[in-house]
């Protein structure tokens, strides 16, 4: 390879690499558009007034969807999700499988919050009747953390079993059946709780905008810094 076409190919690497990162700029505002949409949209569900549903195995559900299910709450094996912070102290999201009905998935009802107060958790803190309840809440899911190190669930520990971050998969293979593709997040005013304030995602749909529009402006800029400095060179030669 001569010497200016090597100075030739080498010249243009600035310019592939620039435009790979306006690329991802454009597409990461692109990105943050469809968060601050989806931000919205669940915005506009959870403030959605219409009463509880009464939901069975198979129904499809919408997300913060208010639902009433019937079951029997299965006491001897629930889930105490660990980091859970409110009001700047540490706690555990008390998750309790409903039994809805024979040979159908288990719904996974989160009872809401309670103090962490020693080493050791008291189960009787937790500690349910056997009887048959119906239970009212929203539709939601597992708190979902950044970055996850380690098992969800460590294998072999006593009910109720300590959870990090778990998946719904981590869930249905600590209780050795299947479990809803939701969860139930149990309404305040149910007695069988705990701690409850259920909201949607802290950042509003106008944080995900002006991210948006931060990332298109760098990659406008790049591209404008780009051609500006292509059509330099071009005026140069």
Request: overall charge neutral; charged content about 20%.
């Amino acid at each position: 390879m001569n010497e200016a076409l090597k100075k030739k190919i080498l010249g243009w690497i600035p310019y592939l690499i620039g435009a790979v990162l306006v690329v991802q700029f454009l597409g990461l505002g692109v990105w943050q558009i469809y968060r601050g949409l989806d931000a919205s949209a669940e915005r506009q569900a959870f403030s959605s007034q219409a009463g509880f549903a009464s939901w069975s195995d198979g129904m499809e559900v919408r997300s913060f969807q208010k639902l009433k299910a019937t079951g029997q709450f299965d006491a001897q094996h629930q889930f105490l999700l660990e980091n859970i912070i409110i009001n700047s102290r540490y706690g555990y999201y008390v998750l309790t499988p409903l039994i809805v009905e024979d040979g159908a998935p288990v719904l996974i009802v989160n009872r809401g919050w309670v103090e962490r107060t020693g080493q050791d958790f008291d189960s009787s803190r937790i500690a349910l009747q056997s009887s048959r309840v119906t239970i009212t809440g929203r539709a939601g899911s597992l708190p979902r953390a950044g970055y996850r190190m380690g098992d969800a669930i460590i294998a072999g520990s006593s009910w109720p079993v300590p959870a990090v971050y778990p998946e719904l998969g981590d869930l249905a293979q600590a209780l050795g059946r299947d479990v809803q593709p939701f969860v139930l997040l149990m309404d305040p005013q149910e007695e069988l709780g705990f701690y409850r304030h259920w909201v949607p995602e802290e950042m509003g749909p106008g944080r995900h905008y002006a991210y948006a529009l931060q990332w298109f402006a760098m990659g406008i800029v790049l591209a404008g810094l780009l051609l500006w400095n292509f059509r330099k060179r071009g005026l140069e030669s």
